[in-house]
């Protein structure tokens, strides 16, 4: 899977994103990370590529016309026009089955917003996709686009040693993830439950599903309602559809 990334700052994208597994990912050619600067494709020979909005206000607004050029460099030669995000607090909320369903596309392209934001007639041009991570303001579209790009690539074959591991983890099922313990078996006081150290694998499961469900009812109540639980769960649980 190919990511490009539309910046102002690509070595603040390839400094965070070269690291830890996403970086051993792209090592491997598992992933490719392309930080695109649009100021290469300016046509001021200072390379501007923001100017005062027309109106009147604070700031100043990206021009379409360096981003349009950058993104079209990226559509020539991937030979399509490519899904193409927009980070901005005005899109919806990232989630992980967002990630999953991402994760299936070949290429995906990252349009990083600065200042007041972009020309909106770009903005009408390229982008697929107006994705936020959250409700609050950035100064940049740069560290929203790393966080998709870490969740998605997680999501892709062959980017985690362990398989498993992208599949139970926090939000499966809108579940929060249960309790993980490491040696030793005791630390400060503090004993690793007895369960997970009997052997017992079906009992171990169980005890990992009651805690996942009393984890998310305890931090995250509002993902409970919409989590994938049996009727006798609900019951045992108190969760009421509807309520």
């Known amino acids: 899977m190919q990511?490009?990334?539309?910046?102002?700052f690509p070595e603040m994208i390839l400094s965070g994103l070269r690291t830890s597994i996403i970086g051993k990912a792209a090592e491997k050619g598992i992933v490719g990370i392309e930080a695109v600067n649009i100021r290469d494709f300016t046509k001021d020979r200072h390379q501007k590529v923001d100017d005062y909005p027309y109106g009147g206000g604070a700031g100043m607004v990206m021009q379409a016309q360096p981003i349009y050029d950058a993104w079209l460099s990226l559509a020539d030669r991937i030979g399509r026009r490519p899904r193409t995000i927009y980070l901005t607090p005005q899109g919806p909320a990232f989630t992980q089955s967002m990630a999953k369903k991402l994760a299936k596309e070949e290429e995906l392209v990252f349009l990083c917003g600065h200042y007041e934001g972009v020309d909106e007639r770009v903005l009408e041009e390229i982008v697929t996709d107006y994705v936020s991570i959250g409700d609050y303001v950035l100064t940049g579209g740069e560290l929203p686009a790393m966080v998709m790009i870490d969740a998605v690539s997680r999501m892709v074959p062959g980017v985690l040693t362990n398989e498993a591991s992208g599949s139970f983890e926090s939000f499966e099922g809108n579940l929060l993830e249960y309790p993980q313990y490491s040696r030793p078996a005791e630390w400060n006081g503090k004993k690793v439950p007895d369960i997970l150290l009997s052997g017992a694998h079906e009992k171990v499961e169980e005890w990992r599903r009651e805690q996942s469900i009393l984890r998310t009812k305890k931090y995250r109540?509002?993902?409970?309602?919409?989590?994938?639980?049996?009727?006798?769960?609900?019951?045992?649980?108190?969760?009421y559809d509807g309520e």
């Open 221 to 239: 109540p509002d993902l409970l309602k919409r989590a994938d639980l049996t009727i006798k769960e609900k019951t045992v649980y108190g969760v």
């Open 3 to 8: 990511f490009y990334i539309l910046t102002l």
